[in-house]
C-alpha cells in the first residue's frame, strides 16, 4: 500500500445507547504530518443518524476512519452467527442486511427489535438475568480477533453481551445497521479487502490507541488536557491546545486520530497472521489487533 494512501484519519467513539442524541459519541481528525487532530464539530451532541450522513455525504476521499465498534459477530467458532437457525446469514454484509431489515421501524438505528425477536433472542445474555438457551455460558462468544485483542492486554466483551456497562454488544449491533446504510459510499475494511481508492472504515478498540500511547489497558481513560497532550506526544503528534477537564470520549476519538495516522503506515496491522479470507468476510477484524 502507497504510505499517500490515506490522508485523513477519523476516529469515531461509539454509542449504542437508547435515543437520539449522545455525549458518548465523538468524531476526531487527524491528517498526515504531525498536526494535532481536531474534533469534527466541536461541542456538537451527535446522533448516530447524523453520524450515518457524515460518513455519507461529507467524508474526504483519502479517509481512514475507524469505529470503536464490533462491525460483526462470532462466527469461526461454530461455523455460523446462529447456529441452528435456518435463515442465519453467511458473511457480515448479509448480516448486516439482515439487522437492518429486523430493525427498520426503529428510529435511530436502534436494535431492540432484534435483540427481542422471538428466534434470535436466544442467542444473547439481556438485561434482568435473561440469558439465552443459546447465548453459550460464561462470557459468551468471542471473534478471532478478540482473542488477539485478549493476548495484547484489553478485555473485550462479547458482541452477544449486551449486559453491563461495559458492554459494547448494542453499539456493535447499532453500527452494523449504520455499516448497511452507507450502501457503498465507503469501503469497510477487511470485509471489502483493502482498495487503491476511496475512503476506508475500519474496527478500532481505542485501548489499543491509548496503550501505544503509554497507557495501560487499565488506565486508558483520559479525563484532562494534560493526560491528552501526553498521550499525543507519545503518539508523535503536536499537542491539542486544550486545557483543563475533558470526557473521555473526546479524549478517546483525538487519541485514536493520532494513533491511526501512525497505524496506517505498518503494513503488518493490515495483514495480521490469523486473517484468513474467510474470517475477513464473516467476522471481519480489529485493526491494530495482531
Known sequence: MSPDRFGHFIAIDWSGA???????????MASRGNAAPMTIRPGHRWSRTEVLEYLRDDLPGDALVGMDLGISLPFADRGGFFPGWAETPENARELWALIDDICADEPHLGVSALVDHPDLSAYFRRHGGREGARFGGGQGRFRVTEAAQRRMGCKPYSNFNLVGAAQVGKSSLSGMRLLHRLEGRASVWPVDGLPDKGPVICEIYTTIAAMAAGRTASRSKMRSAAELNEALHALGSAPSGLAGPLDD??????????????????PRLWHPRELSDEIARTEGWTFGAH
Open 249 to 266: 470520549h473526546t479524549c478517546d476519538a483525538l487519541v485514536t486520530a493520532a494513533w491511526l495516522r501512525n497505524a496506517a503506515q505498518d
Open 18 to 28: 437508547a435515543g437520539e442524541r449522545h455525549k458518548g459519541i465523538a468524531l476526531a
